[in-house]
């Protein structure tokens, strides 16, 4: 009897140990902390220098998105050690260590959502706004408010200001800072049309201006196979991927490749937005007759076959453009060169893709919707010992981002944030046009604000060919360095469109409201599976009138009304 | 004193089994408080605000509640039938089988999907079943259209259901292949000299032979009502099959990991953790009483 009793102590006991220990590595972290915590508000207060190198070497844990199909790492260099974080090593004495890294998009949200929930954060990452708003609302962030004004540098803040106190009134909870913000180029908000070209000339067409153009085109293309391989298997329009979206929203405004968006603007559709109706009140763009009016002639193209069959379905809608199926997606300027077209060049040295500002509305105008000046969010762990460091790892890249190898994708620097004047990418192509002119010298070029403005000036003869104004494609030599190709013919291409004046529509708001915390995941469900389904024809046209109630009912009223009180001065 | 010195030794084998069972099994239980809270990871379970039944008030007011339930079963029980009368067949006709090096190489070649991920087997069906593929190639022969069949709903349970039946058929028929070898021989040479034909020896010894072994797994199974397979529908499905095949637990995974919504997640799962232990404890009376199998 004893001895079972003994033996039942001595299981006890194991998980005693099993149990104790766990906790104990929990507060055995807790207890340098504030010894390290002291020491450093000693050295914040000895000297702010935006640049100045630490002298004690700090170490910074970092969450990463990794781009899987990024293959310009040089052998022996990692996410975790290449140029750039040598160079930070080197100028900052920062060490970063990449705690958890995953696929950029879907993964690396999931990703942070876990880190979120389970309170385990790395030092520092780079999140979205949703993320962003749980984030302040669990107390998990540090405030930046002071090292912010301590240690940004002059254009770091220069640039921040150029949005009009945009970009921190979307970080600012309480009057204090609880991120660094971004400050993208508008350029990354403007979608249009990208098409090929080569496959217009062979079958004697003009580039589409009005949506009946584009289908006259798109049907050529689909039926008159451009590709000339005697079979009919080209495909129009490239649609969204798996998991890709429509349309961009108010939450995600940026750089939604493969969307919709210049077809639904060109009906003034606005799904996902947040405007203003002809009497001043709040309204959402999903709900109004002229998206479902869109979504008809999307059904009506997806009917004929002239949109991917496979779209939403397939994993990768990139592929379509490399392997020269497709010949008509819509997409932001760097969505050209930065995109597929290196591969699709590669695969086919003849595939000329050219952007367009189209289609165009009723009256013939371009009138794309806007999004936010800030898109990404850098934000530090509560208790962090060197919130300073990541400030200062921004100062750094956009001071020295031209010194870098860019063959060497930029999205290996760690916690990489874009820093645009808003107006970057419009000065750059002006100018870049000048250069080639012979009007301007890149020794010119040396102006405060545009830190690549410098080497675009330098590098772009390397890859444009005479004549310098024609931008088709065997104008351009990408072999001469594939790196400086994507980033100067993603500028002279992509840019172009963006040259004649357009309308612009803004959300009304970029951020989630109370309501929406709790309801939104439910209604955006709602709205992006009826769409869907309404243009793949699994749903009649007609299901839309029963969404816009569903929506309204489920809480989208309420929003609206939110919005509204929120948006009055 | 020596059997005494044996059962220590039985209570340390124990001791791993069980720290592990407390630790990822019972401690986790405590995060069942999520569903009645407005859960705020920076304070954590034990300081964020309790809102009592709010999240699964919230939970019956949406129209996915009805269709993940309704789905969830319907895929399931699918899953369970078809899991059990194709190995069931499967192994009587190889039963049948007298080259044995034959019924080697079948058996083998038929259960290795099973060691086969989800991951790896969706491309493949994916590849398989899309819009240029082998299947509407096939279609293609017989005047009909290509079909989508990954964009529609009225198909996508069904693909989910055989495909997962062909995956582990082969693997399930072991356990009957192995009940079978438990008939003993001699019933089939008395049958045989009764002048039985194959059909009645087959109707008459071996089936009854493997009824307790075919009522067991079948009970048994219940407990697995609601486990429609997350891994498989969530590498196969896209929004546009969210109708028919949105289980609980891929919705749980979307509700809760990408739209931050934990109380609501958790406050689902919780639904499906007490109906799958009413099922279970019920399929565990059912095995007693007609299989006559007890764990205790």
Not at chain 1, 26 to 48: H, R
Not at chain 1, 228 to 251: E, H, R, S, Y
Not at chain 2, 22 to 39: K, Y
Not at chain 2, 269 to 283: A, N, Q
Request: charged fraction near 20%; hydrophobic fraction near 40%; charge should be negative.
């Amino acid at each position: 009897m004893s001895k079972s009793r003994k033996c039942i102590q001595i299981l006890l006991a194991g998980i005693l140990i099993v149990l104790s220990a766990c906790s104990n590595s929990s507060s055995s972290k807790e207890l340098p902390k504030s010894s390290t915590e002291e020491a450093q508000t000693a050295a914040v207060e000895k000297e702010a220098n935006p640049f100045g190198k630490s002298e004690e070497p700090i170490t910074i844990n970092i969450g990463k998105e990794i781009d899987a199909s990024d293959k310009s790492l040089p052998a022996g260099d990692s996410p975790e050690s290449n140029q750039y974080t040598r160079y930070v090593k080197e100028q900052l004495n920062i060490d970063t260590k990449i705690v958890w890294q995953a696929a950029a998009g879907k993964d690396y949200e999931q990703k942070i959502n876990l880190s979120i929930a389970s309170n385990d954060l790395p030092d520092a990452m780079v999140v979205k706004e949703t993320q962003f708003r749980q984030m302040v609302k669990s107390g998990q962030l540090e405030d930046l408010t002071e090292v912010y004004n301590k240690y940004a540098s002059p254009t770091i803040k220069g640039i921040i200001e150029t949005t009009n106190g945009l970009a921190l009134k979307s970080v600012t909870v309480d009057g204090k800072m609880y991120a660094l913000p971004n400050v993208t180029p508008e350029a990354d908000m403007v979608h249009y049309m990208w098409i090929r070209k080569d496959w217009l000339d062979k079958l004697g067409l003009q580039p589409p201006k009005t949506m009946d153009e584009l289908e006259k085109v798109a049907k050529a293309f689909v039926e008159q196979d451009p590709d000339g391989n005697g079979k009919a298997d080209t495909v129009a329009i490239t649609g969204p991927q798996l998991g890709g979206n429509l349309n961009a929203d108010f939450l995600n405004p940026n750089n939604n490749n493969y969307g919709f968006d210049p077809i639904f603007a060109s009906y003034h559709s606005y799904p996902g937005f947040w405007l203003k109706d002809s009497n001043g009140n709040t309204t959402y763009g999903s709900i109004q007759p002229e998206t479902k009016q869109a979504l008809s002639k999307l059904r009506d193209f997806y009917s004929k076959g002239l949109i991917d069959k496979e779209m939403s379905i397939r994993k990768n809608a990139q592929e379509l453009i490399k392997n020269g199926t497709s010949g008509i997606y819509f997409g932001v300027w760097w969505s050209g060169g930065y995109g597929p077209l290196a591969d699709a060049y590669q695969n086919n040295p003849e595939a000329n893709w050219q952007a367009y500002a189209a289609p165009l509305d009723m009256d013939g105008d371009f009138t794309p919707h806007m999004g936010n000046p800030s898109n990404q969010y850098l934000v530090v762990r509560k208790g962090y010992e060197h919130p300073e460091a990541v400030i200062k790892m921004q100062n750094l890249l956009y001071r020295d981002e031209s010194k870098f190898d860019v063959n060497v994708a930029i999205s290996n620097y760690p916690l990489r944030l874009v820093y645009a004047s808003m107006d970057v990418m419009d000065v750059t192509y002006k100018m870049l046009q000048e250069v080639l002119a012979g009007t301007k010298k890149p020794e010119d070029l040396d102006l405060p604000g545009y830190n690549l403005l410098k080497a675009d000036a330098e590098n772009i003869k390397k890859v444009k060919l005479e004549p310098y104004n024609n931008n088709d494609i065997q104008y351009w030599d990408p072999n001469a360095d594939i790196g400086v190709w994507k980033r100067m013919y993603s500028t002279l291409v992509g840019i172009a469109p963006l040259q004649e004046p357009f309308k612009r529509t803004y959300s009304v708001t970029y951020s989630q409201t109370k309501t929406m915390e709790s309801r939104w995941a439910a209604l955006d469900k709602l709205e992006k599976e009826t769409f869907l389904k309404i243009i793949m024809g699994a749903a009649p046209l007609d299901s839309f009138d029963q969404f816009v109630i569903d929506w309204k009912n489920q809480g989208g009223d309420k929003i609206i009304a939110e919005i509204g009180e929120t948006a009055q001065p | 004193m020596k059997t005494k010195g044996y059962t220590k030794h039985y209570y340390l084998m124990l001791l791993p089994g069980f720290s592990w069972l407390t630790l990822f099994s019972i401690v986790p239980l405590f995060g069942i408080a999520i569903a009645f809270q407005d859960f705020n990871p920076g304070l954590g379970v034990f300081h964020s605000e309790w809102i009592g039944l709010e999240n699964f008030k919230y939970m019956f007011t949406l129209n996915d509640s009805k269709t993940i339930f309704f789905n969830t079963i319907f895929i399931a029980v699918m899953k369970i039938i078809g899991n059990m009368i194709v190995p069931l067949i499967f192994a009587l006709l190889l039963n049948e089988l007298r080259l044995a090096i034959f019924k080697k190489w079948i058996q083998t070649i038929v259960y290795l999907p099973h060691f086969l991920s989800w991951v790896i087997l969706s491309g493949i069906l994916l590849d398989i079943f899309s819009y240029n593929g082998p299947i509407n190639g096939i279609l293609s022969i017989f005047d009909i259209n290509p079909i989508l069949f990954f964009a529609r709903a009225d198909l996508f349970p069904f693909i989910i259901v055989s495909s997962d039946v062909w995956k582990e058929f082969g693997f399930n028929t072991i356990i009957f292949l192995a009940a079978l070898t438990g008939i003993n021989p001699s019933l089939y040479e008395a049958a045989a000299i009764d002048g039985a034909s194959r059909i009645q020896r087959l109707l008459n010894v071996t089936l009854p032979g493997i009824m307790t072994t075919v009522i067991l797994l079948s009970v048994l199974s219940l407990g697995n009502v609601l486990n429609a397979g997350f891994d498989q529908i969530f590498n196969l499905y896209n929004p546009l099959v969210y109708s028919s095949g949105d289980i609980i637990d891929t919705w749980v995974y979307r509700t809760g990991l990408l739209n931050l919504q934990y109380g609501l997640a958790t406050a689902m799962g919780l639904l499906k953790s007490v109906i799958s232990f009413t099922l279970i404890s019920v399929s565990y009376f059912l095995a007693y009483k007609f299989a006559n199998y007890r764990i205790f």
